[in-house]
C-alpha cells in the first residue's frame, strides 16, 4: 500500500521537476548564446570595422560554422540532447539539423544520400519562412503600404 | 546593458521553445517552423525591429530572425517594384547565411565520417 502510495506521488512531482530543469536549462543555454552572439556582433563591429549589417551576417556565418563543426566532430548530437530547446532555436539548431542529415545518409551518395536529404529537416523552415514573409509581406504591402 | 537583454531575449524565446516541446507532442521541427512564421509576423507591426534595437545580436540568435530577415528582404524590394518585388527581394537577407549553411554542411559532411 505504501509503496504503491510512494510510486504515486513520485510519478505526480517527477515530470514537473523535469519540466522545470529543462526550462532552466533552455533559458540559460539559449540566453549564454545570445551573449555570444552580441560579443561576436560587437567584436567583428569594432576590431574588423565592419558595418552592422556585415558584422550580424559574419556573426551568423561564425555561429553556423561552429554548430556544424561540432556536429562533424560528434559532440554536437549529446548536447543537443541535453540543451534541447537551447540549442534547437537558435541558428545552431539549423546548421545542425542540415549537417546531421547530410552526414547520416552519406553513405547512399552525392546525390541520393547528401543531396537529397540536406534540407530534410531544414526544409520545413525555409517552406513555412518564405511562405509567412510573402503572406505577411503582402498584408503589410496593402494595407500599410510596405 | 544590451549584453542582460540579449540573454534575457534568447532565454526567454527558447523558454518558450522549450515550453511548447514539454507540453505538446510537436517536434522541434514543428517548433522551428512555428517560431519562423511568429518572427515573420512580428514584423507585419514592425515589432521584431524593436526587439532587434534592445537585444542586438540576442534577437538575431534566435531563428525567429530568419523570419525577420526573409520578410525584410522582401519589402525593401517591394518598395522599388511592387507585389512582384516580393519574391525578388526574398532572400536578399539571407541569402548569405543560407549559403554558408549548405557549403558548410557539404564539406564537413565530406570531412568527416557518420558515427555509426
Known amino acids: ?146 | 546593458m544590451t549584453y542582460l537583454y540579449a540573454f534575457l531575449f534568447a532565454g526567454a524565446v527558447c523558454l518558450i521553445g522549450q515550453v511548447i516541446l514539454d507540453n505538446t507532442k510537436l517536434t522541434p521541427g514543428h517548433v522551428t517552423s512555428l517560431f519562423v512564421i511568429v518572427g515573420a509576423f512580428l514584423d507585419i507591426f514592425n515589432i521584431y525591429d524593436k526587439f532587434v534595437l534592445w537585444a542586438g545580436g540576442g534577437a538575431l540568435v534566435p531563428i525567429t530572425s530568419f523570419g525577420h530577415l526573409l520578410i525584410h528582404g522582401a519589402l525593401d524590394k517591394a518598395q522599388e517594384y511592387g507585389i512582384m518585388g516580393l519574391a525578388m527581394g526574398m532572400f536578399d537577407l539571407t541569402a548569405s547565411g543560407i549559403t554558408a549553411a549548405i557549403i558548410i554542411a557539404f564539406f564537413i559532411t565530406l570531412i568527416f565520417k557518420p558515427k555509426n
Not at chain 1, 38 to 57: D, F, N, P, R, T
Not at chain 1, 79 to 95: D, E, S, Y
Not at chain 1, 98 to 109: F, P, R, V, Y
Open chain 1, 1 to 146: 500500500m505504501q509503496q504503491t502510495k510512494y510510486c504515486k506521488l513520485v510519478n505526480k512531482y517527477k515530470p514537473q521537476e523535469e519540466r522545470l530543469f529543462n526550462m532552466a536549462k533552455a533559458f540559460l543555454i539559449g540566453g549564454v548564446l545570445g551573449i555570444i552572439g552580441h560579443s561576436l556582433w560587437q567584436l567583428y563591429c569594432v576590431v574588423l570595422a565592419m558595418g552592422e549589417k556585415e558584422a550580424a551576417i559574419v556573426t551568423t556565418i561564425t555561429l553556423i560554422f561552429i554548430a556544424s563543426l561540432l556536429t562533424g566532430l560528434g559532440f554536437f548530437d549529446s548536447w543537443v540532447k541535453f540543451a534541447r530547446a537551447g540549442l534547437i532555436i537558435p541558428i545552431t539548431g539549423f546548421a545542425h539539423a542540415m549537417t546531421s542529415t547530410a552526414l547520416e545518409h552519406k553513405q547512399e551518395g552525392f546525390v541520393t544520400g547528401i543531396g537529397s536529404n540536406i534540407f530534410k529537416l531544414s526544409g520545413s523552415v525555409i517552406l513555412y519562412g518564405v511562405l509567412s514573409a510573402y503572406v505577411f509581406g503582402l498584408i503589410r504591402l496593402l494595407i500599410f503600404g510596405g
